[in-house]
């Protein structure tokens, strides 16, 4: 057998309706787990249950684009709920599955290989998604900003408020970032603001900074953060620029230079308030993208 036609058998028993787990599709193409994603990820370049993961919320797209229920489309897709199905979506798509989009179901793949209905797979040669050092360093900074936030759900809210860091500014015009409750609600503010300015949109007004509101504020801003870079990157918008209403007076900015800002801001606040975690009592790692990548890379092998 050549190695294009492994590579086919690979793919058959990763996109396989009975194939739902890693062990499954490994039996189905006749090896082990270990040797079947390391045969997999060397050959797409992408790993088994990441890249079934990635085609099953295409197909759901699809399917949604034609009329499915969410409920039907979570369970073809192998969600055990619509609840977790939905989060998975708007993580990928930038929007919940019940809001009808138009265009293109597919999302951006390391290979090109995509769902191409009714139930196929079909390899797009010429795309071009965000390079992967950007790429890497959006997702950290989108994970890390979450896990963040969830850490801070173990203190009272007065440890939370208390100013750690009295006349803490990141920058000459914002505000004060003395405690856990300002850092953590500028990462997310940071995000939602410039999202407005970039989108045309509405300032946020309704900005409530309890740890639960900013988990909430921040599961919505961040996939539809990711689809906006994403979108520049598809149209190498990176030198455009946008002219700012929201600023008195109004300003220009060069849209990678707004993703820069954010990104290099976004990792001087999480490192401060991982210090103010650790000083609160709350077991904080370090942050480090190395480890990050290896715990994401194991959990989607």
Known sequence: MTGKDRL?????????????????????????????????SAGAGEPPVAMRRRVMLERAAWQLSRGATVTDAA?????????GFGRAFARAYGHPPSERADGD?????PNGIHFHPPMSLWVHTGEHTMTQPLDLLVHHDLDDTR??????????????????????????????????????????????????????EDFPADRPDHVGALRRRHDDVAPRWLEMLRDMER???????????????????????????????????????RAMLRELGVDADEGDPINWLRRRTEATA
């Not at 499954?24 to 040797?35: N, T, V």
């Not at 369970?75 to 609840?83: K, L, R």
């Not at 179901?105 to 793949?109: I, S």
């Not at 850490?151 to 405690?179: C, F, I, M, N």
């Open 8 to 40: 086919r058998e690979l793919l058959d028993a990763v996109l396989d309706e009975q194939h739902r787990s890693l062990d499954e599709m490994a039996s189905g193409a006749h090896s082990s787990p270990y040797h079947f994603t390391r045969q997999l």
């Open 105 to 109: 179901h597919w999302l951006p793949a």
């Open 235 to 273: 149209r190498a918008a990176w030198d455009d620029r946008i002219v700012d209403a929201l600023c008195e007076p109004p300003e220009s900015f060069v849209l990678g230079s707004i993703v820069a800002h954010v990104l290099t801001y976004d990792a001087h606040r999480r490192l401060g308030v």
């Open 75 to 83: 369970f073809a897709a192998g969600y055990e709920s619509a609840e």
């Open 147 to 200: 896990d963040l936030i969830d850490l801070a759900k173990q203190l009272t809210d007065g440890d939370y408020r208390r100013e750690l860091s009295p006349g803490a500014r990141v920058h000459s015009w914002e505000g004060e970032e003395a405690s856990v409750a300002a850092v953590l609600t500028s990462l997310v503010f940071t995000k939602e603001v410039w999202l407005a300015a970039i989108l045309g």
